[in-house]
């Protein structure tokens, strides 16, 4: 934690979203240490994380072993060294946000297209979950 606060990204006072992020990647036992550190549950529970960022690292966690599969369809909206280079399924979100591809208010057609491309229906139920407001 110590290198985080040095680099000025992180403050022992203020570890709301790292509790946060922790909570949304399933990591409680971490959530438990940084809580325990912390000496205090102020402010749990309170959302900081936007809805669509929330929704984009859930629907990027279950995609990690299929990026490999995925990345032959994306070439035609990804550059093709770019693709090459794509490792995490979280830095592919990040590049279709570059290209505009997807966004807050445009995440159904391409993220479901990826959905139904892999045959992932537990990820249409998560876009359907983030267009119902179930990510607020």
Same mark, same amino acid.
């Given at each position: 934690?110590?290198?985080? @606060? ?9 570890? @709301?979203?790292?509790? @946060?992020?922790? =909570?949304? /990647? *399933? #990591?409680?036992?971490?959530? #438990?240490? $940084?809580?325990? +550190?912390? =000496?205090?549950?102020? =402010? ?11 929704? /984009?690292?859930?629907? !990027?966690? =279950?995609?990690?072993?299929?990026? %490999? ?5 994306? %070439?035609? /909206? ?5 693709? *090459?280079?794509?490792?995490? !399924?979280?830095?592919?979100? $990040?590049?279709?946000? %570059?290209?505009?591809?997807? #966004?807050?208010?445009?995440?159904? +057609? +391409?993220? +479901?297209?990826? !959905?139904?491309?892999? %045959? ?11 267009? !119902?407001?179930?990510?607020?």
């Amino acid at each position: 934690m110590n290198k985080l @606060e040095d680099r000025a990204l992180l403050y022992s006072s203020r570890l @709301e979203i790292l509790i @946060e992020l922790l =909570g949304l /990647i *399933g #990591r409680s036992e971490l959530q #438990r240490q $940084v809580l325990d +550190f912390r =000496g205090s549950t102020e =402010g749990l529970g309170k959302k900081i994380i936007l809805p669509y960022r929330a929704m /984009i690292l859930d629907f !990027a966690s =279950g995609i990690n072993e299929e990026l %490999k599969s995925l990345k032959a369809r994306l %070439k035609s /909206i990804i550059p093709a060294r770019t693709v *090459g280079r794509l490792k995490e !399924a979280i830095r592919l979100m $990040v590049e279709l946000e %570059k290209l505009t591809v997807i #966004r807050p208010r445009q995440v159904d +057609f +391409f993220l +479901f297209e990826i !959905a139904e491309y892999l %045959k992932r229906d537990d990820l249409v139920l998560k876009l359907n979950d983030y267009n !119902a407001g179930k990510y607020d």
